[in-house]
């Protein structure tokens, strides 16, 4: 038994319009499994793919109502390709955001709807990620975080201190997933981690076991809905999607 992650997903007043930004963000396509979500997918994915991690942007009523921490921090692969990707943000949409980081070597800015992520300058160890680098949680325990998302996902620990924790897919590729401790983990933005059993697998069987780990259930007003939505030992949401 095991889950992949598969997607990260926004809350948005408008799915499309989100969407759209993400879409050209990433250089990458949009479809749609029905009305209020656009998904955002690499151009060419073939479902189900064991180590792609989409983004879903669902419109919900109030979408300021809902709080996640997770972010994105986007690959570049020069200074220059960096300048020119902030640049491109910009006309899209984004703006620049200042949530204290001070004076860093990375652009940290926020789409349309104010969801914040970070454009990275050139680093090595992103230089195959695709256009994604990480999906990063902050917390307050990265070695606690590790130690449930290791179990939970068939995800390759890398790295873990007291201070950051780094997964990736087993097979070695697509986006990182990380933990980050800060000193003030009331940072919310609207984003949250999706999971999928395998085809074959059971949603109830891997939910048990999530429990098992420490994973608790928890009622965001999702009311009967195919998904199981969960939270993690800090108190982070996130859905157990049926296998596929």
């Keep these: 038994m095991a889950l992949r992650l598969v997607q990260v997903n926004f809350k948005a007043r408008d799915d499309s319009v989100l969407g759209r930004f993400w879409a050209d963000a990433l250089g990458w396509g949009v479809s749609s499994e029905g009305p209020g979500v656009t998904n955002v997918e690499p151009p060419g994915m073939v479902l189900p793919d064991p180590v792609a991690v989409c983004v879903d942007v669902v419109t919900v009523p109030d979408p300021e109502a809902v709080k996640y921490r997770a972010h994105l921090d986007l690959a570049t692969s020069s200074l220059a390709h960096q300048a020119e990707l902030v640049a491109r943000?910009?006309?899209?949409?984004?703006t620049s955001a200042d949530i204290g980081q001070g004076d860093v070597p990375w652009a940290v800015l926020a789409d349309p709807e104010g969801n914040v992520?970070?454009?990275?300058?050139?680093?090595?160890?992103?230089a195959d990620t695709g256009p994604i680098?990480?999906?990063?949680?902050?917390?307050?325990?990265?070695?606690?975080?590790?130690?449930?998302?290791?179990?939970?996902?068939?995800?390759?620990l890398h790295e873990v201190t007291d201070d950051f924790a780094r997964l990736r897919s087993a097979a070695g590729?697509?986006?990182?997933?990380?933990f980050v401790r800060v000193p003030d983990v009331t940072m919310?933005?609207?984003?949250?981690l999706d999971l999928r059993p395998y085809l074959r697998d059971d949603q109830a069987g891997e939910v048990a076991r999530l429990r098992s780990l420490g994973a608790m259930d928890t009622d965001i007003g999702q009311g009967d809905?195919?998904?199981?939505?969960?939270?993690?030992?800090?108190?982070?949401?996130?859905?157990?999607l049926t296998p596929g």
């Design 133 to 156: 680098a990480a999906v990063v949680v902050s917390c307050t325990d990265p070695r606690t975080m590790a130690r449930f998302w290791n179990g939970a996902i068939d995800w390759t």
């Design 188 to 192: 919310w933005t609207r984003v949250h």
């Design 89 to 94: 943000l910009k006309a899209l949409g984004a």
């Design 117 to 126: 992520f970070c454009v990275l300058e050139p680093r090595t160890i992103y």
């Design 225 to 240: 809905v195919p998904w199981v939505v969960l939270t993690d030992p800090e108190g982070n949401e996130f859905c157990v």
């Design 173 to 178: 590729v697509g986006p990182y997933l990380e």
